[in-house]
């Protein structure tokens, strides 16, 4: 409940400073927009539910999207221009998503290593790799193949962009995993207690690996949506969506210290954010300097306001 | 109604020359607002390529701009969303960074990055003989930087002079202090500093006096034409000589020659390169500004 | 003396103390006393109220309504073990240590000894030796608490209350987990606070401890007060009876013959980890097998290592005859084999959660349909162990942790039987259970047996041993010192080898 | 243990490389530069110990750097450009940063807010008024009154420059705080376990106030050392420093989820974290590019040496 109020709050003041703000195109706007952010975050949730944390989301969607046009354009020769290399490279995004997931996953429970101090290595290494890769400078989509590929992002489909679709589908698929099934069980229960969780016959290095590998999926998919709106990756792609995404995650209500999670609140974290960014773009009364201030405070309030909903659960470890 | 709405996107300043830039676009939509009152201009920072590319599709949406004047925080991200504005018929200026696809732009105003590399070695060249060392301080790896150093190199190409090694202290003066520090103890002859930018140049300059290493003709050459880097060239300081334009105020012009196109009879467009000119204690007065705050 | 007692006012008393969580009432109109110098019992089932009770009486819940008087006079407790500064001190029955400190820092924490503002750590070292030397423990003061044995820090949480110098102490099931020897150290230091005129209340289901030691005894039942009368009062059964409001019939099952000649379900050869050596026995198809030792003995590691749980150097494990090795706990149980651990509340139950997520977490693989869990047969499944085991819980969405404690306990045998084991293994199996309730845990283990599960029952409660029990291994310092038969089970004979006062090397 | 290790290996690597790694110069350089990062990763220790994060601190040192050199511009009219007005400097420094900590500190606790939120929050705030007071650019000292201040970075004494005493000292306060008074306990054990803290009549709310207020103290001495070494803020002031202090803490074995906290390690790891650094600047045997690669991946490695050490103890948890 929180978070849909607080979603709804900041609803009726995006659309007092400016009627445009319900305006089809602005809501078709942000949901796309919040989808990337909300395809990741979905992911965090299972990697917090179970305990863990990853930073290094961020920067392994640039490295994906890095690698995924340098396959793609490498491929056009070959492949051509046509569906063949764009599905090339979401396979390829695929399988580097899950890699990298796994490898932090891997590191963590067989390494033994801090969660954050894993990733907080791969953030740095990921990050250096698309800078690497691309030279310092950009790496951009073929142009011709970027026609193909664009519609991934730009066109609609039943009235939604197919971005909004794709979060649908996670979201959906998210939250059947995690309240549904036996996976999700195991999560909260090794993010509620690991001894608990390893008597009670869970695998719990494989699990919450697997948390990393759902993580790695989600943020190839999110990549998969992005690389048509930009058509291109750098080393500035993605820089801080490790702590967006986070911060979905827990305004949602999901408890940074694991055992509880939840994919609804998930979701609305996400378009709470986007939401603060869009209306900060409605308004010139702020001085653009003070944005980050406004973000900060909305961010606050908030979760305060949604405190009653889970201050308690959160108060009691 | 008929009033012209005209959006300028850029990056969030993060560092002096973009705030530079902030308040000469600040100044210019006071100055032209108030000129024409039928004007309104909208001004909106993004702090990554991917904010800017909603910020600009808010402009539209929101705003229903008529024109947008924008720097890209890189080119290829941008293109597709200043296409889409194109494709609303609104008049697009581009300011600094070409858009990766040509003809989106009807104009296009933009300092000269290559040109600020090969100024810059060009005047090393003239300060230094054939067996010195100097240190190359970089930005961060951007296309930007890329050009710069690429053109730096190439013009050092063959001089004779040699470049110890080259880090990125990506326009930080922070940064410049510690890989200039790092220099200094790693080696013990260095004549010379290109460091860029003047934000990483104070930092240079900084880890130069710590050490004591910043008499015998040591300098330094920074780039962009910070207020106080002017003003001690006006004052003849010898560890900074000169400094190398890269006008702030590019975003100002832009903004100027868009709301021409409304304004005058006559079609507005074309480019605008402005030179990256090589500031001397001779020239250093006519690029002080002292009210901004870059 | 009872007279005399009896004429002081009291210095602690409930009157008409009700209390309720939310909408659930918990306790009605309960009135109690207790008196300086006395130690006053407080007897019910499982979920009577008792630590309810008891945390009203030292200001951790406050009473929904009702009186509360020290020295007679009204008060309102501070909350929080603030009481504590009032000379009122609750031993918790769940254990409340942080895990990561240790004992010294564990028992001085809120109260630490300071010189000019920085900690006097020898002082605090030193003086917590002393109190281990004066209960006869042998603990540093230095370890860790997630290093000991869950008797042991029953004994830290002991030394700690007693080290408060309290005008009252209450303690809630404090020898639920120790050994007769530990609790016979335990009531020597009880008689000492005693003649030193402090107030001692205390719960336990072990009545016998409850006659020797307690002048009177307060029953409850449902949340309701029953009686108070001073023990002698009593018989065992009497208490027994009021408690449970039925006549109890006998405590143990008849024993039926074990087959001698029935299959080896389980071998173990030579079993050495860090902490055992050599171990070796066999479990026979319905068979009831006993482990008995001392604390530390090493009894619990035996089974955690056959169940994938420690690392094992070396030795032979055979699952009907078949030589296995378990990486993990599913792998011992998708061989049939579960553990149920002696520590419900780190390595038992999610004590976050609701009933039904612990109910059927170990067992979950079986309420996968398609991909989904199957609500509905966990529901069922939820009902068959409130059935079976007489969970009580007046509202069933009550997460684990504000259960009573031996509702706890019910849960997770309910849990490990939701996996439908050949082999069990039912470490303290009756650890803070009533006696209603153990009687049926008994009977319910007796009738495991006879339809031909295996069952191991590793227990400091020597009666529980020698009544369930058909064979008894004794454990000590890591290694098995014997194995007791039929008349040869009993305590004697038990307490002989787990001192070491006797010892064969025993080998399966 | 495993910490020095780590440390003394980064060390004959330095040296290895090149052998003016050792030079007193380079060792100078190197405990200068740590006693930022260090200090404030001091704070961190308490911040984490009792179960809480602060990823505010870049900001508030930027924020605090900011005001403090408005401060002392305005006050050169008045108290000249003596000793006085950088004292005043250094007092408005103390009061920010206590008052930081304790608006953190107030928010997590009374507000029952998640600390992960309410520090991203005023991160963005502390960043984001920063820019506001340097009006995007650079917020300078004085001229005349960076000659009195500069000292402070700059010289030494007994040998050390004065950056590193302080960084002594704080470090040797923070050791027996933690480790040798009631307060430090009561840290450990709120992180360790809340109930078990609150049951023991441990003012909780208070103690984990503190922390942040201790944090808060800790970026406010880091900022009166840092300003005098370039005399300027900027809003890239302690970018990132956030993330450096909670690694050094981290690296130098203190658990995440709180309950367990080492400042000999933290000291450890804030050295680990700048020799890194350093030995990168040291040679050009590895692309610039890939300097992050390098980073995580001994940041990764040190962890992981020293994972036997504690690894046995976050794993029961
Ligand atoms: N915090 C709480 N919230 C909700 N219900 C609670 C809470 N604490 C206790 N209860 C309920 O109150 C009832 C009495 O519990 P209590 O712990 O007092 O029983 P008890 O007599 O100590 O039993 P046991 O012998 O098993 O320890 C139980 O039904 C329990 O579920
Ligand atoms: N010598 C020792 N050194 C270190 N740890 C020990 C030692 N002996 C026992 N332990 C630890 O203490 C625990 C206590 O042993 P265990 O629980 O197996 O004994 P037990 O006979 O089951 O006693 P309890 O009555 O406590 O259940 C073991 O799991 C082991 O980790
Ligand atoms: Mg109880
Ligand atoms: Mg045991």
């Known amino acids: ?65 890095g690698i995924m046009i340098i396959v793609m354009n490498n491929a056009v020769e070959t492949l051509g221009t046509g569906v063949a290399t764009v599905l090339l490279g979401c396979g390829c995004s695929v399988i580097l998503g ?25 953030m740095g290494i990921f990050r ?24 991934v992002y730009y066109e609609a489909f039943f009235g939604l962009p197919i971005p909004v679709w794709v979060f649908i589908i996670v979201s959906i698929a998210g939250w059947i995993l995690l309240n549904r099934t036996a996976f999700g069980r195991y999560c909260t229960a090794i993010g509620s207690n690991e001894a608990v969780a390893r008597y009670s016959a869970i695998k719990v290095d494989r699990i919450k690996t697997w948390t990393y590998v759902i993580q790695g999926l989600c943020v190839a998919l999110a990549t998969i949506i992005y690389v048509p709106r930009l058509g291109s990756a750098s080393s500035s792609t993605g820089v801080l969506w490790e702590l967006e995404a986070i911060a979905a995650v827990i305004i949602g209500g999901t408890v940074l210290k694991g055992g509880y999670g939840r994919i609804g609140g998930t979701i609305l974290g996400a378009l709470i954010l986007t939401t603060i960014g869009n209306i900060l773009n409605f308004t010139d009364m702020i001085s653009n300097y003070l944005n980050g201030t406004m973000q900060g405070l909305i961010i606050i309030v908030a979760v305060w306001l949604q405190r009653a909903d889970w201050g308690r659960k959160s108060s009691k470890e | 109604d008929d009033k012209i709405t005209i959006g300028v996107s850029y990056p969030t300043p993060t560092h002096a020359w973009a705030a530079g830039m902030n308040w000469h676009a600040e100044q210019a939509e006071k100055r032209l ?47 597709d969303p200043v296409l889409n504005v194109k494709k609303t018929g609104a008049l697009i200026t581009v300011v600094d960074r070409g858009l990766s696809q040509p003809g989106i732009e009807d104009i296009y105003v933009a300092g000269n990055n290559p040109e600020l590399g090969r100024v810059s070695a060009q005047y090393m060249k003239t300060r230094l003989k054939e067996g010195d060392n100097i240190v190359v301080l970089r930005g961060i790896p951007t296309l930007i930087d890329n050009e710069r150093f690429d053109a730096f190199m190439a013009e050092i190409e063959g001089s004779g002079i040699n470049v110890l090694d080259h880090k990125h202290a990506n326009w930080n003066r922070d940064d410049g202090f510690e890989v200039m520090q790092d220099f200094l103890s790693r080696f013990p002859d260095i004549d010379a500093v290109w460091a860029q930018d003047d934000d990483i140049a104070i ?74 000119t090589l500031i001397t204690p001779e020239n250093a007065a006519d690029f002080y500004f002292p009210d901004s705050p870059f | 003396m009872l007279d005399s007692v009896q004429a002081e006012t009291p210095v602690l008393a409930a009157e008409r103390v009700s209390k309720s969580f939310g909408a659930i009432p918990v306790l009605f109109s309960v009135s109690f006393d207790l008196r300086a110098g006395e130690v006053h019992a407080l007897i019910g089932e499982n979920g009577a109220g008792k630590s309810t009770l008891m945390k009203v009486l030292s200001g951790f819940h406050p009473a929904t309504s009702g009186t509360l008087r020290v020295d007679g006079e009204e008060v309102t407790l501070p909350p929080n073990g603030q009481a504590e500064d009032m000379g009122i001190v609750l031993i918790h029955q769940e254990l409340n ?41 042998d603990i540093s003061p230095k370890a860790r608490i997630s290093s000991l044995s869950i008797a042991e820090k029953q004994m830290v949480e002991i030394v700690k209350a007693m080290s408060r110098n309290a005008r009252v102490l209450i303690m809630d099931e404090p020898t ?61 059964d009497a208490m027994a009876q009021m408690m449970v409001g039925r006549e109890l019939s006998d405590l143990y099952p008849p024993m039926n013959e074990a087959d001698v000649d029935a299959e080896r379900v389980l071998e173990i050869e030579g079993l050495t980890t860090q902490n055992i050596r050599n171990v070796s026995f066999d479990l026979r198809k319905g068979e009831v097998l006993g482990f008995s030792g001392l604390i530390g003995s090493g009894r619990t590691e035996v089974f955690e290592a056959i169940c994938g749980l420690k690392d094992i150097d070396s030795g032979v494990i055979r699952v009907h005859g078949e030589e296995v090795r378990f990486a993990s706990v599913a792998d011992a149980r998708d061989a049939g084999i579960c553990y149920l651990t002696k520590d419900r509340k780190e390595k038992g139950l999610l004590l976050e959660q609701e009933m039904r997520p612990n109910m059927t977490l170990l067992a979950l693989p079986r309420f996968v349909k398609g991909f989904m869990i199957d609500r509905d047969a966990e529901q069922e499944a939820l009902a068959r162990g409130i059935r079976r085991f007489d969970i009580r819980a007046r509202d069933p969405k009550v997460k684990a942790g504000d259960l009573s404690g031996g509702n706890q306990q019910k849960l997770l045998l309910a849990k490990i039987m939701e996996a439908d084991p050949k082999i069990v293994i039912i470490d303290e199996p009756t650890r803070g259970i009533d006696v209603g309730t153990k009687q049926q845990i008994y009977h319910f283990i007796a009738a495991l047996a006879a339809e031909g599960m295996s069952v191991v029952v590793i227990s400091s409660e020597m009666p529980e041993i020698i009544g369930v029990c058909h064979r008894v291994f004794v454990m000590r310092d890591g290694q098995i010192m014997g194995a007791l038969t039929g008349d040869a089970i009993n305590e004697t004979e038990i307490v002989r080898y787990a001192a070491g006062l006797k010892g064969e090397k025993h080998h399966g």
């Open chain 1, 1 to 65: 409940m929180g978070p849909a109020i607080a979603l709804l709050i900041l609803c009726i003041i995006g659309f007092s400073l400016n009627s445009a703000f319900l305006s089809e195109g602005n809501i078709t706007n942000l949901l796309t927009r919040s989808a990337f952010i909300g395809i990741i975050a979905v992911g965090a949730t299972f990697v917090i539910t179970a305990g863990g944390i990853d930073l290094s989301v961020g920067s392994m969607a640039a490295v994906i999207a």
């Open chain 1, 98 to 122: 899950l890699g990298a997931g796994w490898v932090n996953g891997f590191l963590t429970t067989k390494g033994k290593i801090e969660a954050f101090i894993v990733t907080l290595g791969t």
């Open chain 1, 128 to 151: 250096s790799l698309v800078t690497y890769f691309a030279d310092g400078g950009t790496l951009s989509l073929d142009f011709d193949l970027r026609g193909t590929y664009r519609p």
């Open chain 2, 33 to 79: 607002e108030a000129l024409y009152p039928d004007v309104d201009l909208v001004l909106v920072n993004s702090p990554d390529p991917g904010a800017q590319a909603s910020a600009i599709e808010d402009l539209v949406s929101v705003n229903q701009i008529d024109a947008l004047v924008v720097l890209p925080f890189e080119s290829e991200p941008l293109t």
């Open chain 2, 203 to 276: 930092g240079v300059v900084a880890a130069l006096k710590q050490a004591g290493r910043d008499g015998d003709g040591m300098f330094v050459v920074g780039g962009a034409g910070m207020k106080e880097t002017i003003k001690s060239i006006m004052d003849g300081d010898e560890l900074i000589p000169v400094d190398v334009l890269y006008p702030p105020s590019m975003i100002a012009t832009a903004m100027d020659v868009t709301v021409n196109a409304f304004k005058s009879n006559g079609p507005v467009a074309g480019r605008y390169i402005l030179g990256a």
């Open chain 3, 97 to 137: 240590l942080a895990e990561q400190m240790t004992v010294e820092e564990n028992i001085f924490l809120g109260r630490e000894q300071s010189r000019n503002g920085f900690l006097d750590r020898a002082a605090m070292t030193e003086a917590v030796r002393k109190m281990f030397l004066d209960v006869g423990l």
């Open chain 3, 176 to 236: 639920a987990v120790l050994t007769e020897a530990e609790t016979t150290v335990f009531f020597a230091q009880v008689e000492k606070l005693k003649a030193k005129g402090t107030a001692i209340m205390f719960v336990s289901h072990k009545l016998q401890e409850v006659q020797a030691i307690a002048d009177r005894v307060t029953i409850l039942r449902d949340g309701q007060w029953i009686a108070t009368k001073p023990t002698g009062e009593f018989t065992l």
